[in-house]
């Protein structure tokens, strides 16, 4: 099969990656005659340009491009299409990506393969970044079936375990585990740093482990992902940034009234909670 990806990041670097090693075509576009050089060089793609008309004689098209890139690139995508051809993205919010897309190529599936790293570019990429992770599809009613069954099938290659869901219950469910984790993450890091005792806040740069390290790990990632989550997810985070701020004031009511019971009570729940999200 011919595979197109447009954007040669950590997601669509490693797409090409296995795609290509299970032994798939695979055609990509990127905006840095640069980019597209090294990524034929690394034997990652078999061909690259940063003329979209590469994707002419493609079978399905990855857009692993930002969120805000979609609508501008798909405008300029689409009359270089063959008319049976699926298209599909890797865009952490779904809702506003199917309603810009769905209406202008019926043969568009909704994807988001949640695995990543702190790092981004086509450097970062990695073979099997996506073994045993969460690939969800959001179809609607006038997606076609062949077209969900396809990028299903090229999910399950990569040993994805698939999940299909409508666009908007998607967004709700990822607003929870991973937006907000990022906006909490990050916050992290800036209060840490805003400690004005530098001796203070040098020893607890030495001393930070994997305690730090892991709580504070998707807070260090793209600044623009971040962006681009509580742009186009804007309700369902502010959603649970008030929620998550409601918690964070009972804990400090319980820490200043000392009332250690309760705080023992909501750290044996949340112990107990935790697998469930695991």
């Not at 099969?1 to 075509?25: E, F, Y």
């Not at 399905?60 to 699926?86: K, M, R, Y």
């Not at 209406?103 to 702190?118: C, T």
């Not at 970062?124 to 969460?134: E, I, S, W």
Request: glycine share 6%.
């Amino acid at each position: 099969m011919k595979i197109g990806i447009v954007g040669l990041g950590l997601i669509g670097g490693s797409l090409a990656l296995d795609l290509r090693s299970i032994g798939h075509t695979i055609l990509a576009v990127s905006r840095r005659q640069e980019t597209c050089e090294q990524a034929i060089a690394r034997h990652i793609v078999d061909d690259a340009s940063t003329d979209l008309r590469l994707m002419t004689d493609a079978d399905v098209v990855f857009l692993c491009i930002p969120l805000g890139a979609i609508d501008s690139t798909v405008e300029q995508l689409i009359p270089h299409l063959s008319f049976n051809t699926v298209l599909t993205d890797v865009g952490s919010v779904k809702g506003s990506v199917v309603k810009t897309v769905a209406p202008r190529w019926q043969n568009f599936v909704g994807g988001h393969p949640m695995a990543g790293i702190a790092e981004s570019g086509l450097e970062a990429a990695l073979p099997k970044l996506f073994v045993d992770r969460p690939y969800v599809l959001t179809p609607i009613e006038s997606t076609p079936l062949a077209a969900v069954e396809l990028v299903a099938d090229i999910a399950r290659s990569l040993q994805s375990r698939v999940y299909q869901c409508n666009p908007d219950d998607h967004d709700r469910a990822v607003a929870w585990i991973s937006h907000l984790p990022v906006m909490i993450s990050a916050s992290l890091i800036a209060t840490c740093m805003g400690e004005p005792d530098l001796v203070a806040l040098n020893l607890a740069q030495k001393l930070a482990s994997s305690g730090f390290r892991d709580t504070s790990r998707v807070g260090g990632g793209n600044p623009e992902l971040g962006v681009m989550m509580a742009k186009y997810n804007k309700e369902a985070v502010l959603r649970s940034l008030h929620a998550y701020r409601q918690q964070v004031d009972q804990i400090i009511q319980q820490i200043e009234q000392e009332r250690w019971n309760e705080l023992a009570d909501r750290l044996a729940q949340t112990r107990q909670d935790r697998p469930q999200f695991l």
